[in-house]
């Protein structure tokens, strides 16, 4: 059984950093692309950064620059790393793992291709 569990969400002013965190348990293909969405109500989910099992990796217009997805393969720990958060990315983060993959991701993460998911966890940003 599959489960994924994000942590590290909080409240913080602007400017603020935060390392969110996500477990995947029970997940049995050692290559993969592993992703961070966001979603705020009314709004579609948002693809934000993806690391893939060869260490490549893919970011939004929005958090390149700022964000910075890693992995620790050990024990499928990943982590996004945000820096000079805005009250713009204030939403509910979610991590995301697909039933199968090549090892590799698109250019443009699409929610429709993944299939595990975390309950996320929510990040707000004041201003």
């Known amino acids: 059984q599959v489960q994924v569990v994000e942590s590290g969400g909080d409240s913080v002013q602007t400017g603020g950093s935060l390392t969110l965190s996500c477990v995947v348990s029970?997940?049995?293909?050692?290559?993969?692309?592993l992703a961070w969405f966001r979603q705020v109500p009314g709004k579609e989910r948002e693809g934000v950064a993806g690391?893939?099992?060869?260490?490549?990796?893919r970011y939004s217009n929005s958090a390149r620059g700022r964000f910075t997805v890693s992995q620790d393969r050990s024990n499928h720990q990943f982590s996004l790393q945000m820096n000079n958060l805005t009250p713009n990315d204030t939403a509910m983060y979610y991590c995301?793992?697909?039933?199968?993959?090549?090892?590799?991701?698109?250019?443009?993460?699409?929610?429709?291709?993944?299939?595990?998911w975390g309950q996320g966890t929510q990040v707000t940003v004041s201003s």
């Open positions: 995301a793992a697909p039933a199968s993959g090549g090892g590799y991701c698109y250019s443009v993460l699409d929610a429709n291709d993944f299939h595990y």
């Open positions: 690391i893939a099992s060869d260490g490549s990796t």
């Open positions: 029970g997940y049995k293909y050692d290559r993969y692309c």
